[in-house]
T-cell receptor
Framework: DVKVTQSSRYLVKRTGEKVFLECVQD?????MFWYRQDPGLGLRLIYF???????EKGDIPEGYSVSREKKERFSLILESASTNQTSMYLC????????????FGQGTRLTVV | GENVEQHPSTLSVQEGDSAVIKCTYS??????FPWYKQELGKGPQLIID?????GEKKDQRIAVTLNKTAKHFSLHITETQPEDSAVYFC??????????????FGRGTQLTVWP
């Protein structure tokens, strides 16, 4: 089975801190994605990557950056955390660019205080 | 980009009844339409998907229908059970340019099945 693992289930950080959310997939997938999930807003795409060192902005990239140095790992970085970034963050991966199933991690609940 | 609308946002049904969730999309280039189920405390998981060259697909108690002309697709769950209670998301994927592989999600439907 494909496994997408996020490094933390819960995180509490202070305003202004630099925050790293890590995601690892074990099935050699090309694509990786970071979403945030907020009640009533569904899943909103922050950034995605089609290949190592490649990244594309999603719908809400402001305040975030990403890093993909290895194919299996995709990191989301909050350069200076703010309270409005308190949310559930979901990482996903998919095999190829032509409409294939996305596999999600279990999510990281981030609280910025 | 693509815009996916999902209705209703909440749905309550009695155990054994059917549940229907509807989605519309805006871009006629979309060609892949998955449905995800998210249980409490977990990430979304694919339950069924359909491609634009197919009008209907069934897997046991769940089915998805696609109307390309009207740009809408629906999830049908028959003989609902309490374990079907979850948030359901529809999504669409566009086969074009740099957006290849990206999913556009609806806002989700909270389904509650009462015993």
């Amino acid at each position: 089975d494909v496994k997408v693992t996020q490094s933390s289930r819960y995180l509490v950080k202070r305003t202004g801190e630099k925050v790293f959310l890590e995601c690892v997939q074990d099935m050699d997938h090309e694509n990786m994605f970071w979403y945030r999930q907020d009640p009533g807003l569904g899943l909103r795409l922050i950034y995605f990557s089609y290949d190592v060192k490649m990244k594309e902005k999603g719908d809400i990239p402001e305040g975030y950056s990403v890093s993909r140095e290895k194919k299996e790992r995709f990191s989301l970085i909050l350069e200076s955390a703010s309270t409005n970034q308190t949310s559930m963050y979901l990482c996903a991966s998919s095999l190829s660019r032509v409409g294939t199933e996305a596999f999600f991690g279990q999510g990281t609940r981030l609280t910025v205080v | 980009g693509e815009n996916v609308e999902q209705h209703p946002s909440t749905l309550s049904v009695q155990e054994g009844d059917s549940a229907v969730i509807k989605c519309t999309y805006s871009d006629s280039a979309s060609n892949y339409f998955p449905w995800y189920k998210q249980e409490l405390g977990k990430g979304p998981q694919l339950i069924i998907d359909i491609r634009s060259n197919v009008g209907e697909k069934k897997d046991q108690r769940i089915a998805v229908t696609l109307n390309k002309t009207a740009k809408h697709f629906s999830l049908h769950i028959t003989e609902t059970q309490p374990e079907d209670s979850a948030v359901y998301f529809c999504a669409a994927s566009i086969f074009r340019g740099s957006t290849l592989g990206r999913l556009y999600f609806g806002r989700g439907t909270q389904l509650t099945v009462w015993p």
